[in-house]
């Protein structure tokens, strides 16, 4: 049995929450159970210098967690000058699964920054920050539109992500912290609104698992992540 | 008139919600107006090596703004890889302000950080968060009695801040956004609950400004600072 | 048809060269056609501060290019003051790797760090890492056996990795750059040398794909790996 | 009695050594006892990102101190990285009590920065700095009025800083290392020519002070800047 | 009598092979004995911004040892943040040894830049880099000439560089690492093909030398020097 | 002719002022011509990690230049964040340069830094660096023994530097920086009282000079260090 009594196919409760931001042109705090992710989409009229001139644009997201996001409190990266190993690889993460659903042609010569802040973690930080980020990115994109700066179809689908992992021998769906440091594997997946694969990462913890037990895993992500988008299509509609 | 209609003498609405983290041993959001500030709580049972051995404990502060809390995104300072002589600033002062009112050798050694995170910005970012930080150490010290760790009067007093601000040629109290933006002076001030000074910065933006207009500032920065150690008490009552 | 030539399950001309170091305790030049990767492992009494006093060991990786391995010349990380996202993924990534077919418990307090130096790049350099490192991670083990540091079994089974990837519509192995820079979607996969799954990456560059082709890309990897393991064998024998 | 036998509104011997760099267009060593600071004025041809084409200069300071201007020797912040916050907060004071008597608009698109070298400190290197980089500053304003660069009326008014704090109980003007390090609060001031006031930072020490007594050292400093704008002005004549 | 049984005025082994990197314009790999480094010659059609216009071209060398290339494994650089005192050094040697056999002007608005990566160590490293660096360098010129990009003597000299030291009071050539850490001093000649000094750098170790002293070791690097040259004119011919 | 009219075997004119810093246990301030270096040694009851237990101490140095102490202001090398080349280059020098005439284990488990802060620079700031450096150093260690805390022969001997260079053809002795920026070689020489040469540091700016030249510039050295040492012997007479 899971700690939170959850069946192996169930989701934490998920809620997405629009508008949180002032400032920003698109923003939305999502709850996966205890974690807690501020997502804004900040548009800016300028490109990093690789990309001027080629009559496209660019979406790219920044990570981080407030320092007692975490059980423990957590250095601030500032501290040792440079984003943390895994911080870089989650919004690395974050950035191509926004860009799989995005034509950047359509988007002109623009950049838009999506930043996850993780306000309180509870496991699946990063799953949560790609499902927040595409509403956050939706809302940008809409504010764009009804200023005339952009037409249609700049959007192209919805993309959301869970995590898939064995616990204790059995395939869960959406691990949190609980799970999550005592799981035998676990694996992230990242999927399209109409069931397209972005991004797998798959990870063994202690033993190697068998390509059966990985498609297990791959059947509940793909629920998962249909009830996902189900709930971003209920928010922004 | 001020921007936002308030009287020269008028706070913005003021609120502290506590408890507001799932780990932190104390934590409150704490808004003044649209500036909204996370402040959270840490105990650590280690010590600066500086401070070791010498019986007494210390309480410090950090302090950081999410990139899009301010009108334009601003640059995430771990990108620059230390931070801005303005974000040193504040957090060394919060840091002061608190161990004003602290008793540090009834403490033990260990140490408290106080986190100030800027969820969203619109001016008085320094003056929210030691008021709320004030709030989260006083719930981290109450942990910390249940648990029979320390005993009485380790706090020894409130401490709350406010700024204050010539706008227009007239003496205003709590400047937001607008108006510290083309104020020809503003000066932070940090008070005890029994009315003493802690820290006191002062600057003329535009002109040199004159000792009688300090003294109105002074005044203003009183009456605010009442009413915000008024409202600490009825939210720790 | 590939830009090799090669069929589409046929992995490029691959040679692992022995004891190529006069100083390290296990050392290779593996080469996956045109990349070319020295690995060498260094032991050392010595760990990590948060691991130590637990009575096991650790086994890190680090992971760099040469600026002239790639076709145009790279800035040395150095350069920029730490390493770049790309890199530190890579480095955690073959750590992982071989931590998951060593017995730590075995190989007592001590570290084993693999250095993996790509001296030329043309595709699947992570790949190539890995399956070079664990040779050079079991000559090391050979080292200390021949002078008795550890028993047997420390190492519990092969580990070797392939990327495979949809070009031009169509599954194929172990990814050239020419095919790399041009590929619909790209995985790499860990496998041990019993078939177990230690890690899936896969990523759809330019759009989604679906769960069958992800299928037929696993299928390729297990060839393919079963051939590196291969490989191993004869070279340690 | 004060550790220096000075009354308690008397400043400690105050020198300034004009024109004491062969390079710098503006110079001077100021002494306010033992605490001698270097101040050059450099002027240059070129202006920060943020600040082309609006048709204004600027003023800038930097500060730092030798090695060995303190009792023990103290690291070079270049060993670190960066400059710590007391620096930061320290250089972002002498540019701000500079700009608040130039008129930038008057200066032309050019940069004057001020460096303030600590040679020896014995307490109140900020207020010294501030004093002896008006001088510099003076200088290398003279210097382009005498190349017709600039017209009249680029310097406004003579700045100058000086410390105040309770020692001991009782208010006293311009404290040393000796007082410094004991004082129950401490106050800088930093006023013009004109007796405007630009900068006011006061600080308990140990215990909060009340209204009197910050009034007390107000006029302290008043009487203390009187006697170094005085000073300035023989310097200059 | 020396360690490795060498004659006092007998050079190690000495051997280079070129053209050993697929994508550099030119390239060789040198042995001086067990001292193995890559040289790669990188032509960019680019130059610092302090070159610019000048209508001449610039050649920098870079130089890095493999983590594992030491007897003990070494730290590698970009963990630190920046190149250690003595690989910038080096790397400014190198670089001044090439620059003083290229004419600059003849060479158009472009770089080369030499990277001598350090394979394996054992002793003399810099002056192995040195001299393979001359032949990378003339290799990318040639493909340069090749193109019509230059025209004839762009490279007006050969540079080669050895050690010589005091080992055991007796004058030695060519330093090996068992006999550089005993050596009571040590110096490295850097001279071209027609035997013009380029560089001198002459330590005393433990003791100060004589002149006559440092003669002899002059003497021995002219020996030297003369072999290197001739190899390189064999190698390129 | 030499720019400053002086014979090609003259030195600037040479002073050393001791005992001008109210801290360091030894300090001077030495000036060749408009060069002038504050040198100051601290003594310090701890060592470097790698040196403990070992019964000897350490002497080391850091060098550093004002901003303005150059004709064109130059950034603060903390700005950077680390030490330059050539920085780190000059203070390895000084630093060898010591201990080549101090018997560390004399000393005591403790270390001497010595830092050279140039304050204004006309070319030979490192020669200037070791000639007094040697002046603090001899004062730190009288201070010591006046302590008893070392006894008799911990300095050796004199140590002190100049630069000769190829000025116009012409040898010549003590480069100021209208020479050096013009020279054709320059060459610094680091030799004891007894005469023994301690390092020397060749360059040909741009044209390699001969063996013949290098020995004319040696005998210069020697005739212009015989002078700075008997400076020396008197300034600590």
């Keep these: 049995m899971r700690p939170s009594k959850r069946k192996p196919d169930e989701l934490r409760r998920v809620s997405i929450e629009r508008a949180v931001s002032k400032h920003a042109e698109g923003s939305c705090l999502i709850k996966f159970g205890d974690t807690h992710v501020l997502c804004t989409a900040s548009l800016e009229e300028r490109l990093p210098q690789w990309l001027k001139g080629q009559g496209r644009g660019w979406v790219t997201a920044e990570y981080a967690m407030l320092p007692r996001a975490t059980h423990e409190r ?56 790609i499902t927040g980020a595409w509403v956050a990115l939706h809302d940008c994109i809409q504010w764009m539109k009804m200023r005339d700066m ?30 999550d440091s005592n799981a035998d594997a676990d694996a992230n997946f ?36 249909g009830e996902l988008v189900q709930l971003q299509k209920l928010t922004v509609a």
């Design 74 to 129: 957590t250095r601030r990266e500032v501290t040792s000058g440079h984003p943390s190993g895994r911080t870089q690889e989650i919004q690395r993460l974050v950035g191509r699964a926004l860009r799989a659903v995005v034509d950047l042609t359509k988007l002109g010569e623009r950049q838009i920054t999506v930043d996850c802040d993780v306000i309180q973690a509870d496991g699946g930080t990063r799953t949560a920050s």
């Design 150 to 179: 952009v037409k249609e179809n700049v959007l192209r689908d919805h993309v959301a992500a869970v995590s898939c992992g064995l616990y204790k021998g059995e395939p869960v769906l959406d691990l949190d912290y609980a799970e």
């Design 190 to 225: 990242v999927m399209t609104g109409t069931g397209g694969i972005v991004e797998i990462q798959g990870t063994a913890e202690t033993t190697p698992f068998s390509e059966e037990r990985f498609t297990d895993l791959m059947q509940l992500a793909k629920k998962g992540i």
